[in-house]
Nanobody, 115 residues
């Protein structure tokens, strides 16, 4: 049984910063690609960032230069540092991990950007 648990969401003013974290636990030998996705009300879930085990990252155009994805393989944890937040970044953020060729999702953490 594998579980992903996110933390770090909350309410922040435009221009502010937040850091999300997500830890995978359970029967895990190795975590491959990890990533962050988000879903705003009335919209489809979209990719935010991914990171390989070796640390290669990809980002959605909308967050490039503002968000940084990193990971700690010793802790099976992925992070998302979000700077210069905008109201349009408001969404539920979910982490995803590929483990033994299966995809696992976290329950999500709410990020609200509002003054």
């Amino acid at each position: 049984q594998v579980q992903l648990v996110e933390s770090g969401g909350g309410l922040v003013q435009p221009g502010g910063s937040l850091t999300l974290s997500c830890t995978a636990s359970g029967s895990i030998f190795r975590v491959d690609v990890m990533g962050w996705y988000r879903q705003a009300p009335g919209k489809q879930r979209e990719l935010v960032a991914t990171i390989t085990r070796a640390g290669t990252t990809t980002y959605a155009d909308s967050v490039k230069g503002r968000f940084t994805c990193s990971r700690d393989n010793t802790k099976n944890t992925v992070y998302l540092q979000m700077n210069s937040l905008k109201p349009e970044d408001t969404a539920v953020y979910h982490c995803k991990a590929n483990i033994a060729r299966q995809a696992y999702w976290g329950q999500g953490t709410q990020v609200t950007v509002s003054s």
